[in-house]
């Protein structure tokens, strides 16, 4: 009987794991990656559209912890993150809500949201480059000062 390489094995499995998501991407509050949220995506398995998702807050060197949230579809995501008070943050992905604070490393599910958003875009989640990243909010533009200022 005559057996397979497993270096050929490896090399047909290939394209079989190639289709699978596994990704992350943070936003860093305030310029510290010493606290952070993320969105962190796992597709299990390469003929499922399925790819299970938690969110990662951290504010080191007190806490960090992972909260599973719904799962997303493979090679589509789109999370938006609303600033929602002092280490508060808000996230929207479809018409799920969420809570975030980075003080505490608390986390939960917004059962009753309100109409419109808690306070400002401060970015979103999304693919970008065939890559998952976070997106920052367009910045106001600062005014133009005369020279003689």
């Known amino acids: 009987m005559r ?11 290939l394209p079989f794991l190639a289709a ?4 992350g991407a943070a ?3 305030n310029g510290n ?3 952070n949220i993320s969105l962190v995506r796992e597709q299990r398995w ?10 990662v807050v951290s504010r080191m060197p007190t806490c960090m912890r992972r909260h599973d949230i719904k799962s997303g579809v493979a090679g589509s995501v789109k999370m938006e993150v609303f600033e929602a008070g002092s280490s508060l943050w808000a996230l929207k992905q479809g018409k799920n809500w969420y809570l975030a604070s980075t003080e505490k490393c ?4 917004w059962t ?15 693919r970008k480059n065939d890559k998952l990243e976070f997106i920052p909010a367009d910045k106001p533009p600062k005014p133009i000062r005369p020279a003689d200022e």
Not at 20 to 23: G, K, P, S
């Open 46 to 55: 390469f003929w499922s559209d399925e790819v299970e998702q938690a969110v």
């Open 112 to 126: 009753e949201p309100p109409d419109e958003p808690p306070g400002r875009l401060v970015g979103t989640f999304s």
């Open 3 to 13: 057996t397979i390489p497993k270096s050929l094995l490896l090399l047909l499995a």
């Open 106 to 109: 608390e986390f939960q599910r």
């Open 33 to 35: 990656k010493d606290e």
């Open 27 to 29: 936003f860093i509050v």
């Open 20 to 23: 699978c998501e596994y990704e």
